[in-house]
């Protein structure tokens, strides 16, 4: 069986990802607390490998390495230190040309999506997806299998989306979702989680 593709993204409620562009999961907006941060760690450990694209990879690398062991922060986000240097990743990127922390980087040759296909194919388990454009990417593709959704109790009312909202021929991403699990977390931020309808060609006979 094929790995799935798994967009794991915090988000407001009119599905916002930053209110000011380049927030990447920092914004001010977003309620984090330690059984939130357990949540993720959890989840985070459960995964075989993540794929992210270069900003969010870059956001990651610039904190988690040096949190592992920095013992002014709280044991769960050093434990999420530990859990995001070791664990296998994946950087898609056309520019970077070395990557560490069990890093490899694929779509310098401009074939990113044909790639993570075979990554797919290739791989047992969840693949946690790091970024909107790469998951547009693959649910334009019909290669993202779920979405994981952590939805923070805030409109923002302006802001970059779930989904890049068009492609370079100005098609909208679209799918169909069945819900498989949801819960809740203190201050009001609850879980979603997705599976991805497969698309179907053809008429009905």
Do not use: C
């Not at 230190?81 to 069990?102: C, F, M, Y």
Request: aromatic share 8%.
């Amino acid at each position: 069986m094929p790995g799935r593709f798994v967009y794991w993204m915090n988000v407001s409620l009119d599905l916002k990802i930053e209110r000011a562009a380049g927030e990447e999961g920092g914004g001010d907006w977003l309620r984090i607390g330690e059984p939130l941060h357990h949540e993720f760690n959890a989840r985070a450990s459960a995964l075989t490998l993540m794929v992210q694209g270069r900003t969010v990879y870059e956001i990651m690398e610039t904190f988690w390495p040096a949190a592992r062991d920095d013992d002014t922060l709280p044991g769960y986000l050093r434990e999420y230190g530990e859990i995001w240097t070791s664990k296998p990743k994946v950087l898609v990127s056309r520019t970077r040309t070395d990557a560490q922390h069990n890093t490899r980087i694929v779509g310098r040759d401009g074939d990113a999506i044909g790639a993570l296909a075979r990554l797919r194919d290739e791989t047992d388990g969840d693949i946690g997806v790091g970024g909107a454009t790469l998951a547009t990417q693959l649910l334009r593709a019909g290669l993202l299998d779920e979405l994981l959704l952590f939805t923070h109790p805030v409109i923002l009312g302006a802001g970059r989306p779930l989904f890049d909202d068009t492609d370079n021929t100005g098609e909208p991403a679209d799918a169909e979702l069945d819900l498989l699990e949801h819960g809740s977390f203190d201050q009001g931020v609850t879980l979603h989680r997705y599976g991805v309808r497969a698309h179907t060609t053809g008429e009905d006979t």
